[in-house]
């Protein structure tokens, strides 16, 4: 098949705001398409294209040759073309790739060229991430939802879990499992304004300080050791005390979930950014270990010595880490049903100078790569992790500045948004907490991500997450989902996070709920 057919099928999906009808367009396309051009199509519509790290940016897709008149590109020739540029290495790779670059787009036509931008910028705005092109799979090969959406959680990767379910069917989607040395999703947490309110929903509940780190997920297969952040990034070089406390353990094999961060001598966290930059540097690691050692805490094992854990209940994955991890390596914990204890628990972790505590269900399994009901985190003041999809040049000493951020959160879980809202719901504007140094980042990094403008606003794909403070939910006509936040204020960029992981209107809604 011509990439053109594909290029005209992502533009049709992203003008149509069902998410039923998304995925109908989808499912129809794979049905129509050969193994190869299969594989190559969900690869590109997915955003699995983008791990290639093809090393593309916004200047290079600016000095590009003008289109074809003709389609003649393939569907896996394009995929094909786009993996020889992300291999080019060395010296004049730059030079190397642009030229191959080049070649490429001056066999697309418009449409084409269009499609890969989007491709290559991750601005398709189709909503047909994982999570979508996994619900198309599941309707073209005719399989259980649940059973494609459990084999992306282990596999990661839509291609090879399409490829799975159209030829193989739900037997091997089933021989899809946890692989020692390959990350699965973190499980995620829900948002509860006080610890009373989370009791509401669990009850009794496990009980466990919220810490303000790296999320990490720590796999060990006998001496090796591999850690990962929760977007997956392989930081194992980087954090050398970290695979030293995983080996000491009385373990063969193990997969544990939890957190690394840094602490001053008397044990409190240091600033998420001193954590933060300490795990993202290439630098010698030993000697940044001695400037700004790393402490980890664990507080879930999704494998222990050949067993996988996942699908156990939660209190019984506890036993199996208490078994495993010493305390003074673990998060505390504490079960209980009553909201006097719980409030105490709170407050002694906020003493220790973290950020709340989760509240977990001692009867959920591990639900990896999932926000449900089976963990809640309540923090002091209300929190969202949103996406940013636009920004107002300042004015006053801010002039030169993107200063006031539009915010976005994700509309999975709201079918009943009006028509055209699309896969991200504006939820209100500030430019309040934003430092000069939060000034000068945001500028630049929107810049890198623009995709249009007028005289005030800049638009960007949506891919930079903010951590926003606010007092409450109100009502609001002016956005699509009726609501919109009092007293929003920016508290820091999680560079930690994708925008698969800002939460959602339903999260909004919830939150809401407790307000009005």
Do not use: C
Not at 92 to 107: H, I, K, M, W, Y
Not at 145 to 158: I, Q, T
Not at 251 to 278: H, I, M, N, W, Y
């Amino acid at each position: 098949m011509l990439l053109q057919g594909v290029a005209e099928v992502s533009h049709v999906v992203a003008a149509e705001p069902a998410r039923n009808a998304k995925v109908a367009l989808l499912a129809d396309l794979l049905r129509g398409l050969g193994q190869a051009d299969r594989h190559a199509a969900v690869v590109l519509l997915s955003g699995e294209s983008r791990r290639m790290r093809v090393g593309v940016g916004p200047a290079a897709l600016r000095e590009l040759p003008p289109p074809a008149d003709r389609p003649s590109l393939g569907v896996a020739e394009t995929e094909e073309a786009l993996r020889a540029i992300a291999q080019v290495e060395g010296t004049g790779s730059q030079d190397r790739r642009a030229r191959l670059l080049s070649e490429l787009f001056s066999r697309a036509t418009a449409v084409e060229q269009g499609f890969l931008r989007g491709v290559l910028g991750g601005d398709l705005r189709q909503g047909a991430l994982d999570a979508v092109m996994g619900d198309a799979v599941a309707k073209a090969a005719g399989v259980p939802v649940a059973e494609v959406r459990r084999a992306l959680m282990f596999r990661g990767s839509a291609a090879a879990v399409a490829d799975a379910a159209m030829d193989g069917g739900s037997a091997a989607l089933r021989a899809f499992g946890l692989e020692l040395g390959r990350p699965v999703r973190p499980m995620l947490a829900a948002s509860a304004p006080d610890v009373s309110a989370a009791l509401e929903r669990i009850r009794p509940a496990a009980l466990e300080w919220k810490l303000d780190g790296i999320r990490v997920q720590v796999h060990r297969d006998g001496d090796r050791v591999g850690v990962y952040t929760r977007g997956v990034d392989d930081i194992t070089s980087r954090v050398p005390e970290i695979v030293e406390a995983v080996r000491a353990l009385p373990v063969r094999s193990a997969v544990l979930d939890g957190e690394v961060l840094a602490l001053t001598p008397e044990g409190k966290p240091r600033p998420f950014q001193v954590t933060a930059a300490r795990t993202a540097s290439r630098k010698d690691a030993d000697a940044l270990r001695a400037e700004v050692p790393l402490s980890v805490f664990f507080f879930d094992l999704l494998h222990r010595d050949g067993a996988d854990l996942l699908d156990s209940p939660g209190a019984h994955r506890f036993q199996e880490l208490a078994a495993t991890v010493p305390e003074e390596l673990r998060v505390p914990r504490l079960v209980t049903g009553e909201d006097e204890a719980a409030r105490a628990f709170f407050h002694d972790a906020l003493a220790h100078g973290h950020e709340g505590v989760v509240v977990k269900d001692p009867e959920a399994p591990y639900s990896a790569g999932r926000r449900g009901a089976g963990w809640i985190k309540v923090k002091p003041r209300h929190t969202l992790d949103l996406v940013v999809l636009a920004a107002e040049w300042g004015s006053g000493r801010r002039r030169g500045w993107l200063s006031n951020l539009h915010l976005g959160a994700r509309a999975d879980g709201a079918p009943d948004l009006p028509e055209g809202t699309g896969e991200w719901v504006m939820l209100g504007k500030t430019f309040k907490g934003l430092t000069d140094e939060l000034l000068t980042f945001q500028t630049r990094e929107l810049l890198a991500r623009e995709v249009g403008r007028d005289d005030w606003v800049v638009r960007v794909r949506p891919e930079l997450v903010v951590e926003i403070a606010f007092d409450g939910v109100q009502r609001s006509p002016r956005y699509p989902a009726g609501l919109t936040l009092r007293f929003a204020r920016v508290l820091r960029y999680r560079e930690d996070k994708g925008p698969e992981e800002a939460d959602t209107v339903a999260t909004v809604r919830a939150l809401a709920a407790e307000d009005l």
